[in-house]
């Protein structure tokens, strides 16, 4: 994982060309984590590079759609 924010429980991935044979790897990983509760935001290199307005978006409505602890 790239980034975390442990009191939401969110993983941010940010996935760049290397993963592109990994998808397999990374699919089991983001459902382990999930499993355990987390929520896995998975995002493209060039969607953080080309779009950072939107990504940006996605993760700030993801956090506030967890409840507080």
């Given amino acids: 994982m790239d980034f975390a924010c442990i009191e939401k429980k969110i993983v941010i991935?940010?996935?760049g060309g290397q993963h592109q044979g990994l998808l397999e790897y990374d699919e089991r990983r983001s459902k382990s984590m999930k499993k355990h509760g987390w929520q896995?935001?998975?995002f493209?290199?060039?969607?953080v590079l080309n779009n950072l307005?939107?990504?940006l978006t996605?993760?700030?409505k993801s956090l506030e759609s967890v409840p507080p602890p």
């Fill in 40 to 42: 896995v935001l998975r």
């Fill in 53 to 55: 307005e939107g990504v």
């Fill in 58 to 60: 996605v993760i700030t």
């Fill in 44 to 47: 493209w290199n060039n969607d």
């Fill in 13 to 15: 991935e940010l996935d």
